[in-house]
T-cell receptor, first 113, second 112 residues
Framework: NAGVTQTPKFRILKIGQSMTLQCTQD?????MYWYRQDPGMGLKLIYY???????DKGEVPNGYNVSRSTTEDFPLRLELAAPSQTSVYFC????????????FGQGTRLTVV | DAKTTQPTSMDCAEGRAANLPCNHS???????VYWYRQIHSQGPQYIIH???NNETNEMASLIITEDRKSSTLILPHATLRDTAVYYC?????????????FGQGTELSVKP
């Protein structure tokens, strides 16, 4: 199993541009998450999904959109990128139950200039 | 609102036990205590979780007080590779599902 795969690993965007961060998992997990982590800070939940077709806002959803058309994929869309969105983005997945363990991707480092 | 309180940073000598405390005084009966760690900006890694009883796995032990208002993660023989930020999270699987909310964590430095 590859686990959780994020692409790209690095990206530089200009202010006002848009992009999609890709996340896919091959563990048949029902839950998927997107987090952002600013330098020296903890992770903040952007959006999460409990299954295909269902998404919900986390702590910091403004400026982002998500979709979950399949169990495997959970892309994060940035519209009109702003410098405040410069961050490292992590995708994660888990199978919710008593033994919930979330698996994280290696992150996408995004810089908006 | 923060559900957990952890010290900002701690040091530990290599080979010694690292004891990382976490306060969760408002924990409810359905909430589990989870621990994750993040090594040098990699994606976080699950360590261990528990509800009431103490738990042990190949990585660590989790000691939860009888009133469940605090817990301690124990790394029995810390190595330099255990230097990381450690996050304590309380999670209600039944009412929150698996929605993991991270706090600031404890930055553990293991020194030679």
């Amino acid at each position: 199993n590859a686990g959780v795969t994020q692409t790209p690993k690095f990206r530089i965007l200009k202010i006002g541009q848009s992009m999609t961060l890709q996340c896919t998992q091959d563990m048949n997990h029902n839950y998927m998450y997107w987090y952002r982590q600013d330098p020296g800070m903890g992770l903040k939940l952007i959006y999460y999904s409990v299954g295909a077709g269902i998404t919900d806002k986390g702590e910091v959803p403004n400026g982002y959109n998500v979709s979950r058309s399949t169990t495997e994929d959970f892309p994060l869309r940035l519209e009109l990128a702003a410098p405040s969105q410069t961050s490292v983005y992590f995708c994660a997945s888990s199978r919710v139950g008593v033994n919930t363990e979330a698996f994280f991707g290696q992150g996408t480092r995004l810089t908006v200039v | 609102d923060a559900k957990t309180t952890q010290p900002t940073s701690m040091d530990c000598a290599e080979g010694r036990a690292a004891n990382l405390p976490c306060n969760h005084s408002t924990i409810s009966g359905n909430e589990y205590v989870y621990w994750y760690r993040q090594i040098h900006s990699q994606g976080p890694q699950y360590i261990i979780h528990g509800l009431k009883n103490n738990e042990t796995n190949e990585m660590a032990s989790l000691i939860i007080t009888e009133d469940r208002k605090s817990s301690t993660l124990i790394l029995p023989h810390a190595t330099l590779r255990d230097t990381a930020v450690y996050y304590c999270i309380v999670l209600d699987l039944y009412n929150q599902g698996g929605k993991l909310i991270f706090g600031q964590g404890t930055e553990l430095s293991v020194k030679p």
